[in-house]
């Protein structure tokens, strides 16, 4: 991706629509629980917070990046949790002008990067087109999560590519955050977008493949549901496994959601 400015604008409108969102919210529905165990609304924007935070720093600040890591390793079972608690203590008004300041100054760090930049994660390190694909990933799965909790729908757009490029990409890592040696072959993969459109990744004449809804694929790898309620389909060994363990996101694997109709 040679031009990173489409993906940052499909960020700052993924924003804009989530922020919409909770903006009108009275103070008491911040509390409102969402699908993930234990984070209200409240939690949900205060992790977009710290991570749209930890993505300046990375952008901006490398050495001081390298502290969130530290803090990180010292404990890779509760920080996560850790900074979206702290966050979720604020008065909502607080918490919703932090978070858009954030937004902001991201946003402006990553036009202003050089171009060719690449930036330390908690991953692989990320150039600026990354960067922003991985912060508009999150900010649309967080608002998923949100739009769940007070029971309204958000219509998938096209910036859903975004989303299932970075899936697609992170094939290899899935598998070896599981512990698993990758497929040394490409996959097929071919998913049907918002408006009816066809995106396809990999060689036409790959072997072992996946289909189906774009939607489906962006919910299973950000875990926002169940492979078993979804319309996407996989041939070939390889391509199956990967469908159980895909994720877009940095980090060690996460439970994912249990199917429906099933007690977590």
Known sequence: M???????????EEGEELDALVARLEAEEWRLATPAPRWTIAHQIAHLNWTDRAALLAVTDEDGFRGLVEQALAAPDRYVDDGAEEGARQAPAALLAVW?????????????????????????PMAVASMATARLMETWAHGLDVADALGVSRPPTDRLRHVARIGVRARDFAHAVHGLTPPTEQFRV????????????????????????????????????????????AEGPDADRWLDIAQAFAGPPG?????????K
């Open 2 to 12: 040679s031009d990173p400015m489409p993906v940052i604008d499909d960020l700052r």
């Open 190 to 233: 071919e998913l049907t977008g918002p408006g009816g459109d066809l995106w396809t990744y990999g060689p036409e004449d790959a072997p072992q493949r996946v289909t189906g809804p774009a939607l489906d694929f962006c919910l299973l790898a950000t875990q926002r549901a169940h492979r078993a309620g979804l319309a996407l389909t």
């Open 100 to 124: 858009r300041e954030g937004r902001g100054a991201l946003d402006k760090a990553l036009r202003e990067a050089a171009p060719g930049s690449r930036f330390p994660w908690y991953g692989p």
């Open 255 to 263: 439970a994912g959601r249990p199917p429906k109709g099933t007690a």
